[in-house]
């Protein structure tokens, strides 16, 4: 099993700049990449980005990669999500996930976090 907590999220200004964090713990060696995701309300889950375990390797969805950078430390077992130019659409609750063997942009990871609410302000 991994365990996955999330952090970092709160209220801010757009504009504004927020770091994620993700903390994973247990099994980590089983992971094979991690990913972001996020829902607003009324919304489904959508891929934000994510990141392969060992190599560092990021993609992200069209949608944000001008302005969200993914990183991870691996000594840590913490992966980042660094959210710029924050815009009140980006308003939602930010998860992270981690699986085993295979990344994808659709929400079928093998462990997930909480979740950390993001509320930008206009």
């Known amino acids: 099993q991994v365990q996955l907590v999330e952090s970092g999220g709160g209220l801010v200004q757009a504009g504004g700049s927020l770091r994620l964090s993700c903390a994973a713990s247990?099994?980590?060696?089983?992971?094979?990449?991690m990913g972001w995701f996020r829902q607003a309300p009324g919304k489904e889950r959508e891929f934000v980005g994510a990141?392969?375990?060992?190599?560092?390797?990021?993609v992200y969805a069209d949608s944000v990669k001008d302005r969200f950078t993914i990183s991870r430390d691996n000594a840590k077992n913490t992966v980042y999500l660094q959210i710029d130019s924050l815009k009140p659409e980006d308003t939602a609750v930010y998860y992270c996930?981690?699986?085993?063997?295979?990344?994808?942009?659709?929400?079928?990871?093998?462990?997930w976090g909480q979740g950390t609410q993001v509320t930008v302000s206009s």
């Open positions: 996930a981690a699986d085993r063997t295979v990344l994808r942009t659709r929400p079928e990871y093998d462990y």
């Open positions: 990141v392969w375990w060992n190599s560092g390797t990021t």
């Open positions: 247990g099994r980590t060696f089983s992971i094979y990449g």
